[in-house]
Protein backbone atom coordinates (compact mmCIF):
# COMPACT_ATOMS: atom_id res chain seq x y z
CA UNK A 1 0.00 0.00 0.00
CA UNK A 2 3.14 2.37 0.22
CA UNK A 3 4.45 1.40 -2.61
CA UNK A 4 0.41 2.75 -3.90
CA UNK A 5 0.40 5.53 -2.58
CA UNK A 6 4.02 6.44 -3.27
CA UNK A 7 3.26 6.13 -6.72
CA UNK A 8 0.01 7.93 -6.60
CA UNK A 9 2.31 10.73 -5.35
CA UNK A 10 4.63 10.56 -8.07
CA UNK A 11 1.40 10.59 -10.58
CA UNK A 12 0.05 13.68 -9.35
CA UNK A 13 3.32 15.97 -9.17
CA UNK A 14 3.85 15.09 -12.65
CA UNK A 15 0.67 16.13 -13.88
CA UNK A 16 1.21 19.41 -11.78
CA UNK A 17 4.24 19.86 -14.00
CA UNK A 18 2.85 18.52 -16.83
CA UNK A 19 0.43 21.61 -16.23
CA UNK A 20 3.23 24.15 -15.79
CA UNK A 21 4.71 23.73 -18.99
CA UNK A 22 1.55 23.55 -20.83
CA UNK A 23 0.98 27.05 -19.66
CA UNK A 24 4.83 28.26 -20.09
CA UNK A 25 4.07 27.25 -23.85
CA UNK A 26 0.67 28.94 -23.78
CA UNK A 27 1.96 31.73 -22.34
CA UNK A 28 5.78 31.94 -24.00
CA UNK A 29 5.51 30.96 -27.37
CA UNK A 30 4.84 33.41 -30.49
CA UNK A 31 3.44 30.34 -32.69
CA UNK A 32 -0.72 30.11 -32.44
CA UNK A 33 -0.04 26.51 -33.34
CA UNK A 34 2.30 25.99 -30.39
CA UNK A 35 -0.39 27.63 -28.02
CA UNK A 36 -3.17 25.55 -29.25
CA UNK A 37 -1.51 22.36 -28.67
CA UNK A 38 0.13 23.66 -25.51
CA UNK A 39 -3.61 24.13 -24.69
CA UNK A 40 -4.67 21.07 -25.57
CA UNK A 41 -1.98 19.56 -23.46
CA UNK A 42 -3.07 21.46 -20.85
CA UNK A 43 -6.70 20.88 -21.15
CA UNK A 44 -5.80 16.81 -21.37
CA UNK A 45 -3.84 17.15 -18.10
CA UNK A 46 -6.38 18.71 -16.31
CA UNK A 47 -9.28 16.32 -17.48
CA UNK A 48 -7.25 13.52 -16.39
CA UNK A 49 -6.37 15.31 -12.92
CA UNK A 50 -10.07 14.98 -12.40
CA UNK A 51 -10.32 11.52 -12.95
CA UNK A 52 -7.30 10.65 -11.03
CA UNK A 53 -8.98 12.97 -7.93
CA UNK A 54 -12.15 11.48 -8.38
CA UNK A 55 -11.28 7.71 -8.16
CA UNK A 56 -10.66 6.42 -4.70
CA UNK A 57 -7.20 4.75 -4.71
CA UNK A 58 -7.55 4.66 -0.85
CA UNK A 59 -10.06 1.58 -0.79
CA UNK A 60 -9.33 -1.60 -2.13
CA UNK A 61 -11.38 -2.86 -5.15
CA UNK A 62 -13.18 0.56 -5.73
CA UNK A 63 -16.10 -0.65 -7.95
CA UNK A 64 -17.94 1.34 -10.97
CA UNK A 65 -20.73 3.29 -9.60
CA UNK A 66 -23.57 0.85 -11.39
CA UNK A 67 -25.89 -0.76 -8.84
CA UNK A 68 -26.56 -4.31 -9.94
CA UNK A 69 -28.56 -5.70 -7.70
CA UNK A 70 -32.43 -5.09 -7.82
CA UNK A 71 -33.89 -4.76 -5.55
CA UNK A 72 -30.71 -3.87 -3.71
CA UNK A 73 -30.53 -4.90 0.16
CA UNK A 74 -29.20 -2.57 2.42
CA UNK A 75 -26.23 -4.47 2.63
CA UNK A 76 -25.16 -4.02 -0.29
CA UNK A 77 -26.03 -0.47 -0.55
CA UNK A 78 -23.35 0.03 2.39
CA UNK A 79 -21.00 -1.84 0.72
CA UNK A 80 -22.01 0.27 -2.44
CA UNK A 81 -21.63 3.72 -1.09
CA UNK A 82 -18.21 2.56 0.58
CA UNK A 83 -16.57 1.24 -2.37
CA UNK A 84 -18.30 2.85 -5.45
CA UNK A 85 -16.20 5.22 -7.47
CA UNK A 86 -17.57 9.02 -7.79
CA UNK A 87 -19.41 9.62 -11.14
CA UNK A 88 -19.85 13.12 -10.81
CA UNK A 89 -16.21 13.80 -12.29
CA UNK A 90 -16.29 11.11 -15.15
CA UNK A 91 -19.26 13.25 -16.09
CA UNK A 92 -18.00 16.26 -15.94
CA UNK A 93 -14.59 15.24 -17.86
CA UNK A 94 -16.96 13.66 -20.60
CA UNK A 95 -18.43 17.49 -20.68
CA UNK A 96 -15.23 18.95 -21.02
CA UNK A 97 -13.54 16.63 -23.26
CA UNK A 98 -16.90 18.04 -26.09
CA UNK A 99 -16.03 21.50 -25.01
CA UNK A 100 -12.39 21.34 -25.59
CA UNK A 101 -12.89 19.93 -28.89
CA UNK A 102 -15.38 22.57 -29.77
CA UNK A 103 -12.51 24.67 -28.74
CA UNK A 104 -9.98 23.98 -30.46
CA UNK A 105 -11.70 23.45 -33.58
CA UNK A 106 -12.51 27.07 -33.27
CA UNK A 107 -9.15 28.28 -32.42
CA UNK A 108 -7.94 26.20 -35.13
CA UNK A 109 -10.14 27.78 -37.92
CA UNK A 110 -9.36 30.96 -36.35
CA UNK A 111 -5.25 30.09 -37.22
CA UNK A 112 -6.56 29.14 -40.33
CA UNK A 113 -7.94 32.30 -41.09
CA UNK A 114 -5.16 34.66 -39.50
CA UNK A 115 -2.62 32.63 -41.89
CA UNK A 116 -4.95 32.89 -44.67
CA UNK A 117 -4.91 36.79 -44.32
CA UNK A 118 -1.56 37.46 -42.83
CA UNK A 119 0.54 35.12 -43.96
CA UNK A 120 1.96 34.27 -40.94
CA UNK A 121 0.90 32.33 -37.42
CA UNK A 122 3.76 34.62 -35.53
CA UNK A 123 1.75 36.60 -32.76
CA UNK A 124 4.44 39.35 -32.61
CA UNK A 125 4.08 40.09 -36.57
CA UNK A 126 0.48 39.79 -36.65
CA UNK A 127 0.69 42.50 -33.98
CA UNK A 128 2.66 44.71 -36.28
CA UNK A 129 0.90 44.18 -39.58
CA UNK A 130 -2.06 44.90 -37.88
CA UNK A 131 -1.41 48.22 -36.57
Aim: net charge positive; charged share 15%; aromatic share 10%.
Amino acid sequence: MEVESFLFNIVILSMFVNMAIALYGIFTRPSLIKKIISLTIFSDTVNTLAIVVGFRHAIPNPIPPVVVEIPPSSQYLRLFVSRAVDPLPQALVLTAIVIGLAVVLFLMFTTLQIYRIYGTTDVRKVSKLRG
